[in-house]
């Protein structure tokens, strides 16, 4: 092989053409209308997120960090306080924190990738106020342990499952389980605009009440100012794009679930690797595979050997934990999370991946460990 690139990691563009006539339709309706911010499209979009999840509340936001720290700050969140998230996550879980003049405090993950409970119950002082859970890659955490934690502690919890829509733990959805959740339509998120998108849900009352307010300039319903606020809209052009895939979302899912199956089969007994739980593996997990991201002991070697053969795979967040980037100043030891940012890579998981594309990063996968093209059935 040349090293072409057969499989990119994530192909933007063809996501657009698979349904550019519809695309092209739902944009040239909102244009034509004048319609541009909070309008009819936007609340359309909410309806839909609320029915889908069962939440009382959801906000069409300007983006994912923004859902997090409105989400703060309507919660009083704020300096004086600390808010334990892991440190396997988006640098922008612990900057939302940190702008609303909170620290953010990292904690490790545990055997299955997602934040440990033991070492959250460890980073509690008396100044926590919240923990913070990351649903990462489409998986929810274990909840029930995160929340036990917080009921004894008397913390609240507040979910980033930017990666998450979907996703469920025990039947429950990904958002749902705390005073608030949030999510992104950063173009490559699972449920993807064509620019930044985010939104926040939760079943509160008041902090319904703040987060209207603090994303709209602090006006009411009847435009009058009441409060201080923001300017943290969705716009309608996305609202009525994530409309129109909203539609075909379970199909998404179910196709990224089906490439979930294909790998672990063809990898599951390379011991060299450590996989992913796949689809089928626990039913108290629902995972919409955001990410499928695997450790390796050989990952520069695996690297290097996808990309001879044109598939292009990615270690997550640039190769660093948030608490790895000296000049934000955290000082915490995270072994697992350490080792884990050694070994760990994702292949490219996306449903515009063809079976054919799927089928050549299976190959090239065994290949690199010297096994045949097929799993023995
Ligand atoms: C993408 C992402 C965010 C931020 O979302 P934006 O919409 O890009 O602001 C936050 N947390 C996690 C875990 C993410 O993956």
């Known amino acids: 092989m ?25 944009i040239r309706d909102v244009l034509g209308r004048g319609a541009y911010i909070l309008q009819r499209d936007v609340r359309e979009f909410e309806d839909r997120l609320k029915e889908f999840l069962g939440v009382r509340h959801a906000f069409g936001l300007s983006d994912g960090t923004n859902a ?5 700050r309507a919660l009083g969140i704020g300096p004086g306080d600390e808010v334990i998230m892991p440190s396997h996550t988006y640098v922008a879980t612990a900057a939302s924190v940190h702008f609303v003049g909170a620290t953010p405090v990292l904690a490790d993950i545990g055997p299955d990738h997602m934040l440990d409970p033991e070492s959250v119950e460890r ?59 949030t999510f992104s339509f950063y173009p490559a998120k699972v449920l993807g605009c064509f620019g930044d998108g985010g939104a926040l ?7 319904a009440e703040r987060v209207g307010l603090l994303r709209d300039h602090g006006r009411n319903a009847e435009g009058r100012v009441v409060a201080w606020g923001t300017n943290c809209r ?59 991201e695997l450790e390796s002991g050989r990952r520069e070697e695996l690297l290097a050997h996808l990309g001879e053969h044109g598939i292009q795979a990615v270690v997550q967040w640039g190769g660093s934990a ?17 080792r884990f940012f050694q070994r760990c890579l994702m292949l490219p998981m996306n449903s515009a991946l063809s079976d054919d594309d799927v089928q050549h990063v299976c190959e090239t996968v065994r290949a690199c460990y010297g096994l045949s093209r097929e799993p023995a059935a």
């Open 234 to 292: 969705l716009d309608n052009v996305q609202a009525a794009v994530l409309s129109h895939k909203f539609k075909s979302y379970g199909r998404d899912i179910e196709r990224r679930r089906q490439i979930a199956r294909r790998y672990h089969d063809a990898f599951h007994s390379i011991t060299d690797l450590v996989l992913p739980p796949g689809p089928d593996d626990d039913p108290d997990h629902f995972d919409v595979y955001q990410n499928y």
């Open 123 to 181: 980073a509690i002082t008396p100044r926590t106020r919240a923990i913070m859970p990351v649903q990462l890659n489409g998986r929810t955490c274990d909840m029930d342990a995160l929340q036990g934690i917080a009921g004894r502690h008397d913390l609240v919890v507040v979910e980033d499952a930017a990666q998450a829509l979907g996703s469920k733990f025990k039947g429950k959805y990904a958002g749902t389980f705390g005073a608030f959740g």
């Open 2 to 26: 040349s090293g072409a690139l057969r499989v990119p990691f994530f192909d933007y563009t063809a996501l657009f053409r698979r349904d550019e006539e519809g695309f092209l339709e739902v």
């Open 322 to 338: 948030v608490h790895q980037f000296p000049e934000l100043g955290f000082e915490v030891s995270l072994p697992r999370t350490e």
């Open 68 to 72: 997090l720290m409105l989400g703060l």
């Open 201 to 207: 849900v939760t079943g509160d009352d008041e902090i």
